[in-house]
């Protein structure tokens, strides 16, 4: 709020919370916890549940929520006015997950009931023009999580000019239920440019787009940093 810049004197953070409590304030699904954290007073708790007819991931971005739509689902505007070049994304982690239990016939192929959840970590630079990508100035991605056609591919889109990603999962072969700290770097592919704006998105299940995951699944985020060289 302080700063000079009046396009970031507005929230940088938003969640699904807006869509998940429509049906009752009972059903945050992303909330501070006092109880487990690295730094300061809190973390943020990331809680993947079935909402009364819908399944919720646990979220976490850099943007705002837009509207929900019906008991379908919503719309999300990612990103926020960004001109720097930093190398990597840091962050303390930690990731309680569980078997697929929700599933819709629409996810990835790759996904299948009672594979187990994952959570997903991203960052994204990019300059991407709210008149192409649906949004608005401050934060130019519209996705609708009703339409497959809206999401964006960053690791495919001609916008994006670096992208870093981390997958965690919480099965036998993969303690993740202890504090880590992870670093995610970004890989650029255009040198030349520099970016408008900045994509952070933390999901306790990476296919929640999708109504797809574990309703158990939970993702502690705690001192996030940007990275420089």
Known sequence: PASSEESLQGKCWCSGNNG??????????????????????????????????????????AGRFGETIGTSGGTVYFGRPFTARPTALRLWCKYSG????????????????????????????????????GGDANSPILVNT????????????P?????????????EANSTNVWQQITIPL???????????????FAASMYGDYFTGCDSSKLWIDAVELLYE
């Open 20 to 61: 998940s409590t429509t049906v009752g304030s009972s059903y945050p699904i992303t909330y501070p916890d006092s109880s487990d954290k690295i730094d300061g007073s809190q973390s943020v708790c990331l809680e993947s549940r079935y909402v009364i007819v819908k399944f919720a991931a646990g979220n976490l971005f």
């Open 187 to 201: 890989e650029y592919r255009n040198l030349n440019k520099y970016p408008t704006h900045i994509m952070i998105s």
């Open 98 to 133: 569980g078997a697929i239990n929700r599933y819709q016939d629409n996810a990835p192929s790759e996904v299948k009931k009672g594979d187990y959840d994952k959570a997903s970590l991203r960052i994204a630079l990019g300059t991407w023009d709210y008149k192409t990508y």
């Open 159 to 171: 916008s994006t000019i670096a992208f870093g990603e981390k997958i965690l999962v919480s099965d």
């Open 146 to 157: 009703t339409d497959v056609s809206t999401f964006v591919d960053f690791t495919t889109d």
